[in-house]
């Protein structure tokens, strides 16, 4: 299984069109959109887990489409690595 991050989602979009949009290279595990709090709206980026063999699929004929006006990024999830970021106050 693997994750995939997707970038340059429009504003409106659900789970449920970013199931249609990705299943047609595969079957979907999960999908996880990051949103708004206040609205519930998506915030543009999100996650979903695919097999390997379907997650490549789906990178190659997705990542640099325009879908909604914008770009899509389709990668693989890259851990964060820790230490990074803000650092610690002392």
Do not use: W
Not at 9 to 20: C, G, I, P, R, Y
Not at 29 to 39: A, D, N, P
Not at 44 to 73: N, P, V
């Amino acid at each position: 299984m693997k994750k995939l991050f997707i970038g340059g989602l429009s504003k409106d979009a659900t789970e449920a069109s970013v199931t249609d949009l990705f299943s047609n290279y595969g079957r979907v595990h999960s999908v996880q959109l990051v949103t708004e709090i206040f609205s519930g709206r998506c915030r543009g980026f999100g996650f979903i887990e695919m097999e390997g063999h379907e997650a490549r699929a789906a990178i190659e004929a997705l990542d640099g489409r325009t879908q909604d006006g914008t770009s899509l990024k389709v990668r693989y999830e890259q851990p964060r690595e820790r230490g990074k970021g803000r650092g610690r106050r002392r």
